[in-house]
């Protein structure tokens, strides 16, 4: 079982800066790709970025790649999503989930936390 927990959700500027945090805890957490995906309404859920365990093996999604960053914190059950937003791109529930490798389809990631909310200002 894994725990996560997002965290750093708000408003934002368009084409500001933000910072998201997902730390992962329980007794599976440790060996955990982390992975952030996406959602606004109506629409389905899209693959953000993910990190492996080490950290040393990244995966982006298509629209995100160049903008957005991920990355292990201090301590390593804390990964950080930094988000440089495009216009009103950006603006969605963003969650953090778990699985065994950097995969870009959610059914394969079993662990979800609650979600964080950002909204774009114009």
């Known amino acids: 079982q894994v725990e996560l927990a997002e965290s750093g959700g708000g408003l934002v500027q368009a084409g500001g800066s933000l910072r998201l945090a997902c730390v992962a805890s329980g007794r599976a957490s440790i060996g955990t790709t982390i992975g952030w995906f996406r959602q606004t309404p109506g629409k389905e859920r899209e693959f953000v970025a993910a990190?492996?365990?080490?950290?040393?093996?990244?995966a982006y999604g298509d629209s995100v790649r160049g903008r957005f960053a991920i990355s292990k914190g201090n301590p390593k059950n804390t990964v950080y999503l930094q988000m440089a937003s495009r216009s009103h791109e950006g603006a969605a529930g963003y969650y953090c989930?778990?699985?065994?490798?950097?995969?870009?389809?959610?059914?394969?990631?079993?662990?979800w936390g609650q979600g964080t909310q950002v909204t774009v200002l114009s």
């Open positions: 990190i492996d365990s080490t950290g040393g093996l990244t």
């Open positions: 989930s778990a699985a065994d490798w950097p995969r870009r389809n959610e059914r394969d990631y079993e662990f």
